[in-house]
């Protein structure tokens, strides 16, 4: 089988990792693919964009790809699945209709609400006059995010007034967002414990994946901007046998369920953001329409079964009597990132002291590239270095013992990844 993964980034390198492992797979290709896939035995870079709908089209239908697996939003919202559907092309990723969920988080929101699954309160407002009036009215701290598409940085906790105009300016007046940034969603500030629940699905059966957590601000603590994410975990302590029936009955299924209703399908992985309070009530924070990032590393590091037959499995609607195999350690990833993310940062630094790797330790590459043979920096998020222990405690020590081999100009990366889990096993 020949496989076309699209992207670039850790998420990416960590699915393509995952195909080779695959006796189904006899090549992968991951367009355009970063310096990490480069350097990986038996992946092929191919210079198109994640986003040239076209162009991907064309390379799959000459190359003869049997199943293409679509890694970040953008190409999903802008119809990359219809585009290949047309042409009798095999993708696993849901609809552009079904995609709006992640796309808009107005229509996210609605749908929801319209399903009676339970999240926080909210407005929308592309008015600023209309939005800094309820704000007036509104108590703190208070949520504010672009409705669309901001690369997991559209979203501001204000805690008090002042903040919170900032916020609707940065998005309505000043439109650093751009077009996603054309509306705002104003909700309630929810307390808790934040887990990411993705799951597999056809349209009808569906397949959860090993809980996770990852940790969104910059800066240890929880303090700092929101980024794309700074690391994860899997399993989520959080995420107990009981909650996980909860966010199957509350969330996942009526929310595959009211898609179909609505005359969605709903085909690829299906990602919820939650907040789980101290009384274990759930909320939604968000629906990502892909695999999360960088949630993906250390759950592929855990997952025993063949990505890829699943993924094939699921693109032709055949889920059914398919079980999932997982490793009983726990996996840890800790973010390095390039000084000034999420804000401005530097390019092509050379990265020195990448470890050699074993069946516990994995560096996934984000935003790397290859240069006359070195490898260097080209994003915001650079690595995931992703470790196994036999607890939260030993995975991250093996992750942290290996960050710290690996050096670049600037480079940053929070100490704490894993510390609520941790907490639970003292």
């Not at 492992?21 to 367009?31: P, R």
């Not at 910059?218 to 959080?238: E, F, H, I, L, Q």
């Not at 890829?308 to 973010?335: D, F, M, P």
Request: aromatic share 8%; proline share 4%; with cysteine.
């Amino acid at each position: 089988m020949k496989v076309l993964i699209i992207g670039n980034g850790g998420r990416e390198h960590a699915l393509a990792w995952k195909a080779k492992q695959s006796k189904l797979v006899k090549k992968i290709y991951v367009a355009p693919g970063n310096g990490g896939t480069e350097n990986e035995k038996g992946i092929i870079n191919i210079n198109i964009p994640a986003d040239n709908i076209d162009k991907l089209a064309n390379f799959a239908k000459d190359n003869q790809i049997d199943l293409t697996i679509v890694g970040p939003e953008l190409p999903l919202v802008k119809g990359i699945t219809d585009k290949f559907k047309s042409l009798n092309l095999n993708c696993f990723g849901p609809s552009k209709k079904a995609s709006q969920l992640e796309g808009s988080k107005e229509f996210m929101k609605d749908f929801i609400s319209r399903h009676d699954i339970p999240t926080a309160l909210y407005k929308s407002f592309s008015d600023i006059k209309k939005a800094i009036s309820y704000l007036e009215k509104s108590s703190y701290p208070i949520v504010i995010k672009a409705d669309g598409l901001a690369a997991g940085k559209g979203v501001t906790v204000a805690k008090n007034f002042t903040e919170a105009k900032k916020a609707l300016k940065i998005c309505l007046e000043k439109r650093v967002f751009g077009n996603a940034g054309d509306k705002v969603i104003i909700e309630e500030f929810l307390e808790g414990e934040e887990a990411s629940f993705i799951v597999l699905t056809d349209g009808k059966i569906i397949l959860p994946l090993a809980s996770s957590q990852d940790h969104k601000t910059r800066d240890d603590k929880d303090k700092g901007p929101n980024t794309g994410g700074m690391g994860a975990y899997s399993p989520a302590p959080v995420v107990t046998s009981e909650i996980h029936k909860k966010i199957m009955n509350q969330v996942i299924i009526p929310t595959i369920k009211g898609l179909d209703k609505e005359g969605i399908s709903y085909c690829g992985f299906l990602y919820a953001g939650l907040m789980i309070d101290k009384e274990q009530n759930i909320k939604v924070l968000e629906f990502n329409c892909r695999f999360g990032d960088p949630e993906t590393q250390p759950i592929l590091m855990r997952l025993n079964s063949d990505l890829i037959e699943l993924c094939y499995k699921a693109s032709k609607r055949k889920l059914q009597q398919t079980e999932l195999s997982w490793n009983s350690k726990v996996s840890l990833g800790v973010v390095m990132a390039a000084g000034g993310y999420p804000e401005s940062y530097e390019k092509g630094n050379p990265i020195e002291g990448l470890p050699l790797e074993t069946e516990n330790i994995k560096v996934f590459h984000a935003g790397t590239m290859t240069e006359n043979n070195i490898i260097k920096t080209n994003g915001g998020r650079v690595l995931c270095v992703t470790a196994l222990g036999e607890d939260t405690t030993e995975a991250q020590l093996n992750a942290y013992n290996h960050v710290k081999q690996i050096k670049w100009k600037d480079c940053f990366y929070r100490n704490d990844i894993g510390y609520r889990a941790i907490k639970r096993e003292i």
